[in-house]
């Protein structure tokens, strides 16, 4: 009740038509952490936090990015096997000991955490330092994880995110730079135990060593603790030595990686830039990028996503790198049909904020953000721990956290200006990771020489997956026929009043039960279960149709029953030869090596998709569309594979469905026709 009426005093004596003016910045009470070196010249760092009976303990080593060339992988794979067990403990006993104490224990190769209670904190220690110092590398983990490791890289072969993550780094850093390479199966092929037991004796070592205690511990216990478990560790020595730093990009290009599979095409523009955490720029460039991109209330994310409906969301990062490797990006993924016009609107962008000065409200209202932001980051015991192990290691002012809002709050529109015209590329590389048949052809137009990459980022001539043109004697109404023919016949097919498919649905690890039925003219009801509970259900009746999800009923919006009025009959190909529908055949393309002639099919609704028939079987292989869902535009692909004969038709019996980020793989285990669907089932 007091919170209540204090609310409604505060409604009634604050002018809601101005804004409230700036507070100065609140002083952040951060102790300096309490520091002693053991014997071996590790240097421990204690930051008390008695709120709550936990301890968090982290053990860094500072040390050069490693180049691994042929072995490239070994390091990741080093840290991997460092968490299977120990000399004296296999990884099954030594992960019930963590499990007993509700603690967290993990080690890498450059360093290691646990989290534990305070009275275990002891105990969880004592793991660490085992699993650091003693790891036991079984030669059955190595095979094991190498082979974990080549089927990510193989699940990720058409991944354009994965793509583009490693033809950006490869083409502005090098392949000579330990951020520009990148794992193959071949490398990860070539690592031996030999390789691994080498890289740890090299790099995992007691020389360049932070121990860092938070929570609720003093410095009498932390000494205790280091030295028991860390003082006699002897290491290798390590010399610190500076990559390379990156040269910058003279000239704007386009670097085009074609992925023929791709639903989006996924836009970076990046250059690369020496932005160290001690740099008097820091805060100026933070500020640049939050307004620039650094979320939905950003310059980037308005345009192309709130304007233009190009994409999901777009972004940008400045990154910091102490060795001088940093990079600037600015990004999005985007439709494959407007990936030019989008380059367009992301360059006017990087011009604008080096151009133009922010304005007032623009500036003020990313201090508070990150004002808010700032403070929130207290709540986790590791950001202060990362915070004492930046000022330890990249040498800054012990107060640079403590003055940290008033830094932020002291930036001037002038100050966001010299940044932006200092950190904000003019010149860059556009690397775009699509489709590149949908888009190439029009790059021309942006005025950028344009070069093309495979998707290890070596040099292509131009693009290999240009449409092939088809005979003059192909036309859409004999490619629909074949297909009909292919499935059962058109007089089979037109039998056929009502189909109910059952399905299994893969998504995000998780294994689901549909079903879907589908009567003419135009209804269809889908539901999709797990465990026997309905996670989401669908049903359109001809006119008019509902979503229903965790109980909570949504009735489709115009644009939804459009969708649903679109897709008339059973088996829609049947209809393309009424009135109103328009098909074009676009060419001749490939999906997964296979000839596949390319459809165009504008319904009486005026709505258009492509369609994708091989050129042998005349198999549908692959639909691309534009759907309505929830009020949210989405770029929905389907792949058909696996053809199987259920009952009178042929049936893709695999589907991987895309809809905008989201991957869903559907297996079709029955089909029953003209059966099992009943006029209540779209009610």
Sequence with gaps: MCSIIMLTTISQTVDRTKSPKPQ?????????????????????????????PKVTVSYTIDRTPVLEGSKAGVMGILGQMMNEGTLSKSKAVFDEEVDLMGASVDVNASGGSANALTKYSDKAVALMSEALRHPSFPAESLEKLRQQSIQGLKSNEKNALAISARVVNALNFGLSHPYGEFVTEETFKNITLADVKNAYSKYVTSDRGYLVFVGDINIAQAKVIATKYF????????????????????????????????????????????????????????LTNEI??????????????????????????????????????????????????????????LKAIRSEKVTPEELQNVKNYLSGRFALGFENPATIARFALNIAIENLPKDFYRTYLQKINALTADDIQKAAQKYVPSTVRIIMTGKASDFSARLAGLGYPVN?????????????????????????????????????????????????????????GMALIGNLKKMNPNKETTTVSLNGNTVVKTVFDGQKGYMEMQGQKKDMETAEI??????????????????????????IEKISGQEVYKLTVSSPLGKKATEYYDVKTGYLKKTESTEFSAGTEIQLVIEYKDYKKFGSIM???????????????????????????VAGDFN
């Excluded at 980020?661 to 029953?672: H, L, N």
């Design 562 to 587: 459009n969708n649903k009025k679109d897709m008339a009959g059973v088996f829609r190909q049947l209809e393309y030869s009424q009135p109103g529908y328009k098909l074009s055949v676009d060419g």
């Design 651 to 677: 049936f893709a019996s695999s589907w991987t469905s895309q809809a905008g980020p989201q991957t869903v793989d559907i297996t079709v285990t029955a089909i029953k026709v003209n059966e099992a669907v």
């Design 231 to 286: 003082a006699d560790w002897k290491g290798n020595k390590l010399q610190l030595t500076s990559p390379n730093i990156p040269s910058k990009q003279t000239v704007s290009e386009i670097d085009v990686v074609d992925v023929p599979n791709a639903v989006q095409t996924v836009i970076k523009v990046t250059q690369p830039i020496d932005l160290r955490l001690s740099s008097p720029d820091y805060f100026a460039v933070l």
């Design 24 to 52: 100065p910045a609140p002083a952040i009470k951060i102790s300096d952490p309490q520091t002693f070196s053991l014997a071996n010249g590790i240097k421990v760092l204690v930051v008390e936090n008695h709120k709550a």
């Design 292 to 349: 620039l991109g650094g979320g939905a209330d950003a310059r980037l994310f308005k345009n192309l996503r709130e304007k233009h409906a190009f994409t999901y969301g777009a972004y940008s990062t400045s990154n910091n790198d102490r060795f001088g490797s940093g990079l600037f990006t600015a990004s999005a993924s985007v439709r494959n049909a407007v990936a030019d016009s989008a380059v367009r609107e992301f360059m006017t962008e």
């Design 452 to 508: 093309y990459f495979d998707s290890y980022a070596k040099p292509v001539s131009a693009i290999a997956a240009e449409i092939k043109k088809v005979d003059a004697g192909i036309s859409a109404a004999g490619i629909i026929k074949k297909y009909l023919e292919a499935i059962g016949g058109e007089a089979t097919l037109k039998a056929i009043n009502s189909i109910n498919v059952d399905f299994e649905v893969s998504v995000q």
